[in-house]
């Protein structure tokens, strides 16, 4: 039994008015409609939150990402440095 069936078939057992079974609706689809909007906010918070930790999680990545970059890059310049060694080195024998 559903709720509106509840509703209705309290007021008609114990011979409420029409009014009563209106006033009751009213107040169910009244709850329901902040509950809707209760879920709403739940699910647009959820929503940030989620957006915030893929923002951070970017962030974090994009450094690591730097930092391997960074590093790749010195261990080219060692590499450059090593080979421009060599190459001066043989030039000189």
């Known amino acids: ?5 509840k509703i209705f078939y ?7 008015k029409k009014e009563s079974v209106y006033s009751k ?4 689809f009244l709850m329901n409609s902040k ?5 709403k906010i739940a699910v647009e ?3 940030l939150k989620r957006d915030k930790e893929w923002e951070r ?5 994009d450094k690591e990402w730097e930092q391997k970059n960074l590093e790749r890059d010195k261990e ?9 060694k060599l190459v001066d080195n043989s030039f000189e024998m």
Do not use: P
């Open 35 to 39: 509950c809707a909007k209760e879920v």
């Open 76 to 84: 080219i310049d060692m590499l450059k440095e090593k080979i421009n």
């Open 10 to 16: 309290n007021n008609s057992i114990n011979g409420r």
């Open 25 to 28: 609706c009213k107040e169910y």
């Open 45 to 47: 918070n959820a929503l």
């Open 1 to 5: 039994m559903t709720i509106e069936d």
């Open 57 to 61: 999680k970017t962030l974090e990545r």
